[in-house]
């Protein structure tokens, strides 16, 4: 084999090293529902649970959104695999069958709740959403009424934002400092309103990982559907997300 040759391979596999290496930036899972339903966006609760069990036993700690920027901020440095497990909506299986199998593997979450539709048919209760905080669960705003945020004029934009964080805010006694965009949308229009109602940071439907050293407003994540080929296409996912991150993607 040619000096030429081996020197190629040495640099191809120092390219697939690098490549492979992880990313910079959190992991933040998207989920929605956990539930037995025949949903793309609902996860069957055993299939979870696998998830969680992969997550604790490969040494990730669940960490918060607000962990996050504190630690791009100068504050406590993250853990050496940080991962943050959120949930779009606020349905009530987050409470009734996400939380304990998390708690089980030692996680936590954080949870977008749409505030217009707490407390009816599936969603969380006022209740339970208090009780998720006290197990350390982080409360996000998911709008007040799911829309789409890009498709609404400036004003309606903000009032739909700063509704669903004064109505979060009044009933948990809580600040509510961080939102996910309903189905990904926004727009410069969006970040702007978004910091007008009092923000800290918001998640995309984007692809990749999340990092409080960017763009706060546009956070990627790592979005988690009903899986068709088991645990390894959750791993798939995560490893997705890294390559993208390596590749500035």
Known sequence: M???????????????????????????LAYHQVDNLPEV????????????????SHGYTAVSLADMLAAAQGGSPLPDKP??????????DNYLTA????????????????AGQVGQSGYLTWEQ????????????????????????????MLDELMRSKQTLETNLGR???????PFGQYNPDTITAAKQAGYRGACTGLPGLGTGSGDVYQLKRVNIPRPK???WEFRLRLLRAHLLARLSL
């Open 2 to 28: 040619s000096k030429m040759v081996k020197g190629i391979l040495v640099i191809i596999g120092l390219f697939i090293f690098w490549l492979l290496a992880p990313g910079t930036g959190v992991p933040i």
């Open 41 to 56: 966006y609902s996860i069957d609760p055993d299939e979870f649970e696998q998830q969680m069990q992969y997550l604790s």
């Open 83 to 92: 991962v943050i497990i959120s949930f779009d909506d606020g349905y009530a």
């Open 99 to 114: 939380l304990p199998i998390m708690k089980k593997y030692g996680l936590r979450g954080t949870v977008f709740v749409i």
């Open 129 to 156: 959403i208090r009780a998720m905080q006290v197990s350390g669960t982080e409360i996000g705003s998911h709008t007040f009424s799911h829309v789409a945020l890009s498709e609404l004029a400036q004003p309606q």
């Open 175 to 181: 600040p509510v400092e961080f939102l996910a965009y």
């Open 229 to 231: 080929y088991g645990l």
